[in-house]
């Protein structure tokens, strides 16, 4: 079982709040990830990170925004949630150096409503 | 333009038999290919990684093999049993520097029925 985790695992919300979705691993591994995936479709990768204080946007255009202030924190934040942020989150980390050939460890995911 | 493809259909097997299960790729050079599985509602686990010179990669019942001439990945499961059932991920990685990101597929999903 990977040690990465995601809180909280599912969120309803209302339009126009903000909100943070919490993601945090204890493996010491410098990359981490966002991913955004609907029911039964692929995963989208929206944000990603090499260290601290290094974030990209990813290949999915997305409204949310990250910060790594920490190595093992990774928070995603919408400011201003909509409808069509409806979707499932997933966090994954992996190792830095390509001798250790880039699998990665995913959290639960977050499950996300806006109503 | 570059994407991964994967066995849109689900697949349906009958226990103890053989599922092969393929990743097609167009207008990559991966360094290597990873798979996945994911069951529902959850996030994906990391099950097998092959090299582009590496042909073929075993681990217990599951078998991967990587024909960068055909650009496609064949998953295969011996002796499957219903716990296989779920989605499996094909993933690419376009190179092997650190600044290289993991493209995934879309999945196909395994069904083993007893």
Same mark, same amino acid.
């Given at each position: 079982?990977?040690?990465?985790?995601?809180?909280?695992?599912?969120?309803?919300?209302?339009?126009?709040?903000?909100?943070?979705?919490?993601?945090?691993?204890?493996?010491?591994?410098?990359?981490?990830?966002?991913?955004?995936?609907?029911?039964?479709?692929?995963?989208?990768?929206?944000?990603?990170?090499?260290?601290?204080?290094?974030?990209?946007?990813?290949?999915?255009?997305?409204?949310?925004?990250?910060?790594?202030?920490?190595?093992?924190?990774?928070?995603?934040?919408?400011?201003?949630?909509?409808?069509?942020?409806?979707?499932?989150?997933?966090?994954?980390?992996?190792?830095?150096?390509?001798?250790?050939?880039?699998?990665?460890?995913?959290?639960?995911?977050?499950?996300?409503?806006?109503? | 333009?570059?994407?991964?493809?994967?066995?849109?259909?689900?697949?349906?097997?009958?226990?103890?038999?053989?599922?092969?299960?393929?990743?097609?790729? #167009?207008?990559?050079? @991966? *360094?290597?290919?990873?798979? !996945?599985?994911?069951?529902?509602?959850? /996030?994906?686990?990391?099950?097998?990684?092959?090299?582009?010179?590496?042909?073929?990669?075993?681990?217990?019942?599951?078998?991967?093999?990587?024909?960068?001439?055909?650009?496609?990945?064949?998953?295969?499961? #011996?002796?499957?049993? @219903? *716990?296989?059932?779920?989605? !499996?991920?094909?993933?690419?990685?376009? /190179?092997?520097?650190?600044?290289?990101?993991?493209?995934?597929?879309?999945?196909?999903?395994?069904?083993?029925?007893?």
């Amino acid at each position: 079982e990977a040690d990465i985790y995601q809180t909280p695992r599912y969120l309803v919300i209302g339009t126009g709040k903000k909100i943070t979705l919490e993601c945090s691993q204890t493996m010491g591994h410098d990359k981490m990830y966002w991913y955004q995936q609907d029911p039964g479709m692929e995963l989208h990768l929206i944000h990603y990170s090499y260290g601290v204080n290094s974030t990209e946007k990813g290949d999915l255009s997305s409204e949310s925004t990250v910060s790594r202030i920490r190595t093992e924190h990774f928070p995603l934040t919408l400011e201003s949630a909509r409808p069509s942020h409806t979707s499932q989150y997933l966090c994954a980390s992996s190792y830095q150096t390509s001798g250790r050939a880039g699998e990665q460890f995913f959290g639960p995911g977050t499950r996300l409503t806006v109503l | 333009s570059q994407k991964i493809e994967q066995n849109s259909e689900a697949l349906n097997i009958q226990e103890g038999k053989t599922a092969t299960l393929t990743c097609n790729y #167009t207008n990559y050079s @991966p *360094a290597y290919l990873q798979w !996945y599985r994911q069951d529902p509602g959850r /996030g994906p686990v990391f099950l097998l990684l092959i090299r582009e010179n590496e042909k073929e990669k075993r681990k217990e019942r599951l078998k991967v093999t990587f024909d960068t001439t055909l650009k496609q990945s064949l998953f295969h499961i #011996t002796a499957s049993q @219903p *716990a296989d059932s779920a989605t !499996y991920l094909c993933a690419l990685a376009p /190179g092997y520097s650190s600044a290289s990101k993991i493209i995934f597929g879309s999945g196909t999903r395994l069904s083993i029925r007893p």
